[in-house]
């Protein structure tokens, strides 16, 4: 089992990083003189990206979704290359809670979201309305981005990712929050996927907002930089983040003076 799930997160690590490469290699332009061009130093020298690597991603003209509202929750239909299993429990994020087979209560940019998956086309995202679906959650999971192109880009370089594709065929890569990311990365140091989680819910539960959803599920917002600068390293500790509670604290002071930006 250790074996296979390493197998499979190494997998996803090198496909992310082949989707970044064959991107680039496809839309951007300075890779026409590919003899003075690395197209590695594009994506990962931070001089170069702050410069404006054009990383773009191809979307058909013919991808669309249907959506539309149904007793106050939003109906996202005939939905492609979406599983939201294979999305919140791949190791990229920790905040949220399973509540029954594919459906979860999830917290992101400040929201609590209750969302359920039936079948593979068919999302539900309770109580949520349009504007809420257009400026958080479509940009949350990546919806507006074609992942029938992307693969088909990826295979078409190197056919032996075909295995890790088909895998994880329902993987969108999340945009998420970044100083929730970057706190909850360094949690990650030496843990679990459950045990990530249990200390991500106890920092919200502390210091994030609570929220009480329609249907009586409950979940709690990820505390703000400006909260968590208020938090001591002791009390940190008290969150069984162990070891890691001076690089917590290191961290959120280095956002909360703007030294560290997303």
Known sequence: FVIGFTCIILGLI??????????????????????????????????????????????????????????KNLIIDEIKD??????????????????????????????????????????????TSMEDYENIWKSYFDL????????????????????????????????????????SFIISQNKQIPHIKQIVH?????????VVLDNNFIGYTFPTVERLYEVSEEELRECKVGFRAPYIRNAVEKVYSGEITA
């Open 14 to 71: 090198f496909l992310n990083k082949r989707t970044l490469e064959v991107l680039v290699e496809s839309t951007d332009d300075r890779m026409a003189n590919r003899k003075n061009v690395n197209v590695k130093s594009l994506i990962f020298d931070k001089r170069i990206y702050d410069r404006g690597p054009k990383i773009v991603t191809t979307i058909d003209s013919t991808f669309a979704l249907n959506i539309y509202s149904e007793d």
């Open 82 to 127: 979406f599983d939201i299993e294979d999305v919140l429990e791949c190791g990229q994020c920790f905040h949220f809670n399973k509540i029954d087979e594919k459906e979860y209560v999830l917290s992101a940019y400040g929201r609590v979201l209750h969302v359920k998956q039936e079948g593979n086309t068919r999302i539900t995202l309770f109580n």
């Open 202 to 210: 106890t920092l919200s539960e502390r210091y994030g907002n609570r």
């Open 144 to 183: 507006d981005t074609d992942y029938a192109i992307i693969k088909s880009h990826i295979l078409s370089v190197d056919e032996r990712l075909l295995q890790a594709v088909e895998a994880k065929q329902g993987i969108r890569i999340l945009r998420q929050e970044f100083f929730e990311t970057l706190i």
